[in-house]
């Protein structure tokens, strides 16, 4: 007598929990996709369902509004990398200097390289006309990312190794070239190759420029580290 097969259902259902499990990054990655290629107003929230192989009623079920669902594209793809971001400022062990290079070329392996700079480019191209966006935006993106290179520069400051300046200010000086970065690989970086940017140099010449601007002499001296003393001359016992 042989025993009854297994009920031909249970691998389909545990195939469906794994569908049903992925399917609101499904949906975020169709979201991010269609917004940064049609823009956030022209897209429907119909194509976005049907990108992503699921149906409109589906789509409200994780996400009630086109609105909710842009906000959530942020925090998936903007703001948890400003979190782990401020793990890793605190956790930093070397110079501020160092530190402040390290970030700014991780925001771009992190950001500006990936699928999630088109977001920026959203934001200054569209957010005008989405106030609520545009404050949330503010809130859970401007604002920490500014916390976090603050805490960079004050911690210089606060060590001798940068000099007094004005820390608001000097964080817009430090942002602003990284939005021109991805602005270009976004419009004539796209189609036009002679005037696509090398981001890592750039950001490397920004370091650079900036460093020599905050830095103090015994700021300097951090950064290339302790000078060897000259090993004195032997003496000759008074020979010539």
């Given at each position: 007598m042989t025993l009854p097969a297994s009920p031909p259902a249970t691998v389909p259902a545990a195939l469906r929990q794994r569908r049903k499990e992925a399917r609101p990054k499904e949906l975020l990655d169709a979201a991010l996709d269609l917004f940064v290629e049609k823009g956030f107003a022209a897209t429907r929230s119909e194509e976005?369902?049907?990108?992503?192989?699921?149906?409109?009623?589906?789509?409200?079920?994780?996400?009630?509004?086109k609105e909710e669902l842009l906000k959530e594209v942020i925090r998936h793809n903007v703001v948890n990398q400003i979190a782990e971001g401020m793990e890793i400022v605190r956790a930093f062990e070397g110079s501020s200097s160092d530190l402040l290079a390290y970030v700014l070329h991780l925001w771009w392996e992190r950001v500006g390289e990936t699928r999630a700079s088109g977001i920026l480019k959203l934001m200054m191209s569209e957010v005008r006309n989405f106030p609520e966006i545009a404050q949330f935006w503010v809130d859970e993106v401007i604002s920490p990312a500014h916390r976090m290179i603050a805490e960079i520069v004050q911690g210089g400051i606060d060590r001798g190794e940068f000099r007094q300046v004005n820390v608001e200010n000097a964080v817009?000086?430090?942002?602003?070239?990284?939005?021109?970065?991805?602005?270009?690989?976004?419009?004539?970086?796209?189609?036009?190759?002679?005037a696509k940017l090398d981001p890592q140099a750039v950001i490397g010449a920004q370091v650079d420029l900036v460093l020599h601007g905050l830095q103090t002499a015994a700021g300097r001296a951090i950064t290339a580290g302790p000078v060897k003393a000259k090993a004195p001359r032997k003496s000759n016992g008074g020979r010539r």
């Open positions: 976005v369902a049907s990108r992503a192989g699921v149906s409109k009623g589906t789509l409200y079920l994780y996400y009630p509004s817009h000086a430090l942002v602003a070239p990284l939005l021109f970065l991805v602005m270009n690989k976004h419009s004539l970086g796209a189609c036009v190759p002679a």
